[in-house]
């Protein structure tokens, strides 16, 4: 009895420590969103790249959260997920240097780790997953291809942006999860997953990338406002729950107020998933380009299913992802 006890106990700590650790790594859009981007993108490669990412589906939707799961490792991956805008004046869409080693220069590197990489962080993925294009490999292709799914999907992401990160500053604590996770599970089997975007080559990814962090930058306003606005018809009670996470009893905005939260907001939401997977599709598609544009038909090692893939894109195309069930994301709406 006490041999099984003590077993049980083992099992139960080891379990409950997973647990934790799971619980932890869940932020940026959450798994849900961050799957569904990888997933989506790619539907929108050209003909010579769907073979070798279809065949790797699973492992670039179950790799895109991978970064976040890094961060209860990794001391200095946190600041790779975010940039503080504000904290480099109000002109800092011109003021900021698009090359690191500039930025560094004229911001030392401690400031930057602090207020945060972003932006640096996937021109720096780009270059991996364009030299593992070169080199034909097949695990590196696919292990950079999902990390850099995931630091472009929190580009689009506008509490990624702001040194208001969780609306601390105004009193409006809890909005990051709102946003990006518990807006995404309410909604998304009413979501919009589909897009006729092609993927398009990038002549310079780096000014790419700070176009798109200005855009979700500009989203902050309305969407702090917004949370405000909808406040007035709810109560303390029925706007927030409590939850005891990570050790502590911590509030979290309820399920009712994020419906009404998302209606407020229209598509934004749905838009910046979108845009995620239209991006993310065009760094993939650029990297094989600047690569050389590798046969990777000869790098698979399983033989690849057109027929299913030709399936699956259709359903996307028509917004049939989820009602097929093949959005993968959605089959197990867990924060496994
Ligand atoms: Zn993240």
Partial sequence: MQ????YMERKYFTLSAFLIIVIISVSGWGYLVHRTVAQLAIYELPKLMQAFF????????????RPDVRRNQDESEGSKHYMDME???????????????DAVAKYSFDTLNKYGTLPYVVVEYMGKLTDAFRSQNADSIVFYAADLSHYIADAHVPLHTSINYD?????????HDLWETTVPEVEILNYKLSSRHKAKYLAS???????????TFSLLP???????????????????RWEVRWGKNRRFYTSAFAKEYSRALKTS???????????L???????????GKPDLEKILKQSYNKRGFKAERKAFLKNQLVAKKILISTQRMTKD
């Fill in 205 to 215: 990814p780096e000014q790419e990338i700070w176009k798109i962090i200005e855009h």
């Fill in 54 to 65: 279809y065949t790797h589906k699973d492992s670039l939707v179950y790799g895109a959260p």
């Fill in 281 to 291: 599709a065009d760094f993939w598609y650029t990297a094989w380009v600047n690569a």
């Fill in 269 to 279: 939401i749905n838009d910046q998933l979108i845009a995620s997977s239209n991006a």
């Fill in 222 to 240: 309305e969407m702090f406002a917004q949370e405000k606005e909808v406040s007035k018809n709810f109560t303390d009670s029925t706007k927030y």
């Fill in 167 to 175: 609306g601390q500053l105004t009193g409006q604590n809890g909005i």
């Fill in 87 to 101: 904290y480099f004046g109000d002109s800092a869409f011109s003021v900021v240097p698009r090359k690191l080693e």
């Fill in 3 to 6: 041999l099984i006890g003590k």
